[in-house]
């Protein structure tokens, strides 16, 4: 049973336009969402997060959107460059106890030069 | 990242013998857990460690074993080498002592391969 699910496994954008990565949760109990952002033969990366009481957060480049009566959110690029080409992971938990993170399949983003 | 390193790097190594997987940080953070990460996975939490000697399991347990007997080193041991655990497995750090959602911070990674 697959609680974060990154339902699109690639994402191709030309250099200077937006990247809109996408993620689904189906635990309603989930109430931090993060995403990292993996280089190969290296760790995850931090990249940016969400708390539920919020809607939206914004760093830089990078912004998360978070809805959660469709339980679901995104992870918006703008504007995309080539060193944003990585395997970006989204991940979830609840302050349940152990907060452990939950973390989806992972989406390959290419930005094209 | 945080300070983490985790050795070795690579290992090969032949079914049924055992290994043992390091982390170590520098920066005390209480929390520590290993992942492994493999094809149409993701990352999957195996088991994780919320102060010296206090450990608990996770996702993919089995055929796991955790110790830490000093806050800067989590040891991961896999008893008897199965073909199956040939993964990526990384270590993670979280503070968590200033404030709630602290994100954790990943070590590089120790390739696994298991003949």
């Known amino acids: 049973d697959q609680q974060v699910k990154q339902n699109s496994p690639s994402l191709s954008v030309q250099e200077g336009r937006i990247s809109i990565l996408n993620c689904d949760y189906t635990n309603s109990m989930f109430d931090y969402f993060l995403w990292y952002k993996k280089y190969p033969a290296e760790g995850p990366t931090f990249l940016i997060s969400i708390s539920s009481i919020k809607d939206k957060n914004e760093d830089g480049r990078f912004t998360v959107f978070l809805n959660k009566s469709a339980k679901h959110l995104s992870l918006h690029i703008v504007p995309s460059q080539p060193g944003d080409s990585a395997v970006y992971f989204c991940?979830?938990?609840?302050?349940?106890?152990?907060?452990?993170?939950?973390f989806g399949k992972g989406m390959k983003l290419t930005v094209n030069p | 990242d945080a300070g983490i390193t985790q050795s070795p790097r690579h290992k090969v190594t032949e079914t049924g013998t055992p290994v043992t997987l390091r982390c170590h940080q520098t920066?005390?953070?209480?929390?520590m857990y290993w992942y492994r990460q493999d094809p149409g996975h993701g990352l999957r939490l195996i088991h994780y460690?919320?102060?010296?000697?206090?450990?608990d399991k996770g996702e993919v347990s089995d055929g796991y074993s955790v110790s830490r007997s000093k806050t800067e080193d989590f040891l991961l041991t896999l008893e008897s080498a199965t073909s199956s655990q040939t993964s990526v497995y990384f270590c993670a750090t979280e503070s968590r002592d200033k404030a709630k959602n602290q994100p954790q911070h990943f070590g590089d990674g120790t390739r696994l391969s298991i003949l």
């Open positions: 920066e005390n953070h209480r929390y």
């Open positions: 460690s919320y102060g010296v000697k206090d450990t």
């Open positions: 991940a979830a938990s609840f302050q349940g106890g152990s907060e452990k993170l939950v």
